[in-house]
């Protein structure tokens, strides 16, 4: 088990610049960072995982497809441009030292055509999630595509539909993620979708109905935390909290307004409340599940 924090919150691009609030993460018990991959070039991201190695903390990527490479557009020229930003993702995290590669990879978010998904971007999405999950294979990286909620996404928007996808792209390198404010939004019971597609699921995000700090909205983390455990879950905890202190970030997440105090108390609060919940969970888990969070 792995405690980790989405640095999304600190801005869309990471640098060596961030060490101060790196090592305090590492320095209040979090194991892991995902690291936003949306700009720059391998070399970056190669000097960002020398440090975060220095500090003790394990690298993934978060990473999303683009309008202007969409794996399911109709253009061809515009899904070869989204094959190789997705080879450039993996590229860049590899150098990083990155162990896996989460987010909504499928199709740009905040795109809509007025209508579902149809058969053929199914299949188009399929075909470039094989390709991604084949060449992040023998970089020894993980893909975790992110069900997004259908007011960002119209592609991949619960679980069930990621579940169809992942049947379909049948790489063992290829899952998908379970964050606990998509499914707050699109499932009837979001702990009993994780038990039944559990299996499946290789990654999982930790946010609150609000974006804002795990454990003070309304998302029935006891209930997450006992699926989990009795699912033997030993993945990583992901939190995933968003702010308004960047503009571009904040229009996308739709934040309007403060959700914490400061980055701080996000950060204490948000594993001090995993690691409490955690504990209880087991406490009321079977015999057979996992132990405690690090």
């Given at each position: 088990?792995?405690?980790a924090?989405?640095?999304?919150?600190?801005?869309?691009?990471?640098?060596?610049?961030?060490?101060?609030?790196?090592?305090?993460?590492?320095?209040?018990?979090?194991?892991a960072?995902?690291?936003?991959?949306?700009?720059?070039?391998?070399?970056?991201?190669?000097?960002?995982?020398?440090?975060?190695?220095?500090?003790?903390?394990?690298?993934?990527?978060?990473a999303?497809?683009?309008?202007?490479?969409n794996?399911?557009?109709?253009?061809?020229?515009?899904?070869?441009?989204?094959?190789?930003?997705?080879?450039?993702?993996?590229?860049?995290?590899?150098a990083?030292?990155?162990?896996?590669?989460?987010?909504?990879?499928?199709?740009?978010?905040?795109?809509?055509?007025?209508?579902?998904?149809?058969?053929?971007?199914?299949?188009?999405?399929?075909?470039?999630?094989?390709?991604?999950?084949?060449?992040?294979?023998?970089?020894?990286?993980r893909?975790?595509a992110?069900?997004?909620?259908?007011?960002?996404?119209?592609?991949?928007?619960?679980?069930?539909?990621?579940?169809?996808?992942?049947?379909?792209?049948?790489?063992?390198?290829?899952?998908?993620?379970?964050?606990?404010?998509?499914?707050?939004?699109?499932?009837?019971?979001?702990?009993?979708?994780?038990e039944?597609?559990?299996?499946?699921?290789?990654?999982?995000?930790?946010?609150?109905?609000?974006?804002?700090?795990?454990?003070?909205?309304?998302?029935?983390?006891?209930?997450?935390?006992?699926?989990?455990?009795?699912?033997?879950?030993?993945?990583?905890?992901?939190?995933?909290?968003?702010?308004?202190?960047?503009?571009?970030?904040?229009?996308?997440?739709?934040?309007?307004?403060?959700?914490?105090?400061?980055?701080?108390?996000?950060?204490?609060?948000?594993?001090?409340?995993?690691?409490?919940?955690?504990?209880?969970?087991?406490?009321?888990?079977?015999?057979?599940?996992?132990?405690?969070?690090?």
């Amino acid at each position: 088990m792995k405690i980790a924090f989405n640095l999304l919150v600190l801005g869309a691009e990471i640098t060596t610049a961030h060490g101060r609030q790196l090592e305090r993460l590492k320095a209040l018990g979090y194991d892991a960072v995902e690291i936003p991959v949306f700009f720059g070039k391998p070399d970056h991201y190669a000097a960002l995982g020398k440090m975060l190695r220095d500090i003790g903390l394990s690298a993934g990527a978060a990473a999303v497809a683009t309008q202007e490479a969409n794996p399911v557009s109709a253009d061809p020229a515009i899904r070869r441009r989204a094959r190789d930003h997705h080879k450039w993702i993996v590229d860049c995290t590899q150098a990083m030292g990155g162990e896996v590669i989460a987010g909504p990879l499928h199709s740009p978010v905040g795109v809509f055509t007025g209508f579902g998904p149809t058969s053929n971007e199914r299949g188009r999405c399929v075909e470039a999630m094989r390709a991604l999950a084949e060449y992040a294979a023998s970089a020894g990286i993980r893909i975790s595509a992110e069900a997004v909620n259908r007011f960002e996404c119209y592609l991949m928007s619960t679980i069930a539909a990621a579940s169809e996808i992942y049947g379909e792209v049948g790489h063992p390198n290829y899952g998908y993620m379970f964050d606990t404010f998509h499914a707050n939004i699109e499932e009837k019971d979001p702990p009993a979708t994780y038990e039944r597609y559990h299996r499946e699921i290789n990654h999982y995000h930790v946010s609150e109905n609000d974006r804002g700090i795990p454990g003070t909205g309304h998302v029935p983390f006891a209930a997450h935390f006992e699926a989990l455990r009795r699912c033997g879950y030993d993945g990583w905890l992901t939190v995933e909290s968003f702010s308004r202190a960047l503009p571009e970030l904040a229009g996308a997440t739709r934040v309007w307004r403060d959700l914490f105090d400061d980055l701080d108390t996000l950060f204490a609060e948000s594993i001090a409340f995993i690691r409490r919940e955690w504990d209880i969970a087991g406490e009321r888990a079977p015999s057979g599940s996992k132990g405690p969070a690090q």
